[in-house]
Structure formats: structure tokens, C-alpha cells
T-cell receptor, first 115, second 111 residues
Framework: AQSVAQPEDQVNVAEGNPLTVKCTYSVSGNPYLFWYVQYPNRGLQFLLK??????LVKGSYGFEAEFNKSQTSFHLKKPSALVSDSALYFCAVRVPIQGAQKLVFGQGTRLTINP | DGGITQSPKYLFRKEGQNVTLSCEQNLNHDAMYWYRQDPGQGLRLIYY???????QKGDIAEGYSVSREKKESFPLTVTSAQKNPTAFYLCASSPSWQPQHFGDGTRLSIL
């Protein structure tokens, strides 16, 4: 089965420090990977995607993600964390279904940035 | 502004009652999706629709029903057969093979 895993339920980082939110994937074929962010009582906002090409993908709000095929990982990173980055982060993989597509999500990682 | 509107924001269901969650989009997207979010479980796909008058079951369709009579609208009905309906429900849409856009969700609770 095609899936993604987020091994950490919670990540705490001090403001100004670099942050990493981990994601590993298990797919057959080429993976199409996504990161979304969710603020309280809101929907998900798209941050970035990896389809093909450069292994370092840049996205919204200063976030980037590194695709590593040998380690089957797609970790989300930011060089300097802001308190406003505190939110729930989801990694997802796109899976083809009957001529359409669906997203399979990890369970989410709650990121807390401490002032 | 273009986007996805879900209503109501909060909804309460009585025992044996069917309730309908609204999802409207003005992004001219062909595909629409319904997800259920429970704490610690991520999002799970309930139903999806690629075109008008066509929809398919997702991973957890039991106890739910949908319709797609217009491109802009994809309402979800939570029937009395859904024994554990308390959750946060998210609607999404996308053009073909592009990232999905999400609404702000409806939180359903049991009275």
C-alpha cells in the first residue's frame, strides 16, 4: 500500500532556530509528495510539492523540503523558525485511483515554536 | 475571491438524524473531495468526484452519501448509519493533477 509516515507527533523548536519536520514514504513508482499546514479550526494550506527535478523544493512562507530517494524521505525544513509557524503539518503522497487522484496523508506533526 | 466555502462551520446531529454539509467552490475545478479528520489519524478520503453527475467511494464511505449535480457544489450527507460521526470534515477541489485546495471545514458533533 502507498503511504507516508510522520514519525514525530510533536516537534518543539526555539524561535530563530532551524526546524525539521520528518516524513518518509512508501510508494511504487515515482512519488508525488506534498506538504500542507493547518492552523486551528481551519482547512489545509498547500506549502510545496515534489513532482520531479531538483531534490530541494522551495515553497511558501520560507519553507523548503528535501527529497531523498535512497532514504525514501521528504523532510520539511526552515532555516529560522517563527512563532507564527506553530501549526499542524501534514505530509501527503498522491495516489492514482481509477483515472483520478487522491492524497494519502500522514497522521500529522504538531510544530510548536517557543519564543 | 476564488475559493472553497464550507457551511455551516459547526453542526450538531441528533440520534437517528441525517445532516448535510455544504461545499461550494468558484475555482472552476473539475475534481472535488470530502475528507474526514480525526485527532492523530490525519485525513481520510470519504468520497470524490471527477465530473458532474459522477462520484466514487473513497476509503471510508460507509454511512455517507454525496451528490454532484453542479460543478460548483459537492454536498455530503452524514446518515444515521454513520455510528461515529463526530469529526472535522474537510472539502477540497483541484484542477486535474494539481494540488488540492481546501475549505475551512465543518465540525460535526453529536447532541
Amino acid at each position: 500500500a502507498q503511504s507516508v509516515a510522520q514519525p514525530e507527533d510533536q516537534v518543539n523548536v526555539a524561535e530563530g532556530n532551524p526546524l525539521t519536520v520528518k516524513c518518509t514514504y512508501s510508494v511504487s513508482g515515482n512519488p508525488y509528495l506534498f506538504w500542507y499546514v493547518q492552523y486551528p479550526n481551519r482547512g489545509l494550506q498547500f506549502l510545496l510539492k515534489y513532482i520531479t527535478g531538483d531534490n530541494l523544493v522551495k515553497g511558501s512562507y520560507g519553507f523548503e523540503a528535501e527529497f531523498n530517494k535512497s532514504q525514501t524521505s521528504f523532510h520539511l525544513k526552515k532555516p529560522s523558525a517563527l512563532v507564527s509557524d506553530s501549526a499542524l503539518y501534514f505530509c501527503a503522497v498522491r495516489v492514482p485511483i481509477q483515472g483520478a487522484q487522491k492524497l494519502v496523508f500522514g497522521q500529522g506533526t504538531r510544530l510548536t515554536i517557543n519564543p | 475571491d476564488g475559493g472553497i466555502t464550507q457551511s455551516p462551520k459547526y453542526l450538531f446531529r441528533k440520534e437517528g438524524q441525517n445532516v448535510t454539509l455544504s461545499c461550494e467552490q468558484n475555482l472552476n475545478h473539475d475534481a472535488m473531495y470530502w475528507y474526514r479528520q480525526d485527532p492523530g489519524q490525519g485525513l481520510r478520503l470519504i468520497y470524490y468526484s471527477q465530473i458532474v453527475n459522477d462520484f466514487q467511494k473513497g476509503d471510508i464511505a460507509e454511512g455517507y452519501s454525496v451528490s454532484r449535480e453542479k460543478k460548483e457544489s459537492f454536498p455530503l450527507t452524514v446518515t444515521s448509519a454513520q455510528k461515529n460521526p463526530t469529526a472535522f470534515y474537510l472539502c477540497a477541489s483541484s484542477p486535474s493533477w494539481q494540488p488540492q485546495h481546501f475549505g475551512d471545514g465543518t465540525r460535526l458533533s453529536i447532541l
